[in-house]
């Protein structure tokens, strides 16, 4: 887990507990959607989005939901109940991106778009929170959620004890008793597992990224941020077809709120943390 993630950084760390700061306020969430409901909105914006892909119910699930992609499906936690707003972020994190990129890299001729480029995880995850946020469905306990996930990890890599990090997110942090046993089970399981990190990081390099770069090649597949401009060339040469599917917000944002808007502003992204990058001579010599 630690060669293939990594760990968080002092950087991320400090993002972290400038979000948890934050103090809380009253947001819009609209009316809570029951298991079926919520399948039925992720089949039917599926279908508006012309995406040929499955939706279905497991009971194997930690998170609300995940994307297989040798199945081509969004798979829904068993019981799963969330407000609309809630529903709506996700559906632009699990088919907005996710299965946009699954079903991209099915119709690439290489491969590696479908196993995934050194990196990949920290992109998709990155591109994933960035949608939700583009989508005006970024809430700020999403935010302090991504927060507690890097502080989580450290504590799981610093002490290895699943009872500790229950108790630190309980005691320090005032989660409540299901959501830290949740998230404490995330970065236990298989013995301590660091991925829960990169959605910070992701979406501070996605962040980053957006401000002086066109992003939509790096939806062709299952690709990494350092890669972006051999994507780009070979997209220009037609060696790489480009991508169906693309986030419909990504070139028109709506807005998350004033307060979403100034906190991600704030997220800084640390250069030296970069997972997979290879100079690009390597891979396309001229």
Known sequence: SLRYYGEPSIQDERNALHL????????????????????SQFKTQAEQWGMSCRVEVSNRLVANAMVSDSRKTVLLAKGVRLEERRVRALIHHELGVHMATTLNASGQRLKVFRVGLPGNTLTQEGLAILNEHLSGNLTLSRLKILGLRVLAVKEMLRQGSFRHTFAFLREEHGMEQDEAFQLAVRVHRGGGYTKDYLYLNGVARALETIKSTEMKNLFVGKTSFPYLPIINEMVDRQLVCAPQF?????????????IIDYLIRCIRYDTGTDIGSTPAEVLMPS
């Open 20 to 39: 948890l700061h934050c103090a809380p306020y009253e947001e819009e969430l609209g009316m809570v959607l029951e298991q079926e409901q919520v399948l």
């Open 246 to 258: 693309v986030p419909q917000y990504l070139h028109q944002p709506a807005t998350s709120g004033d």
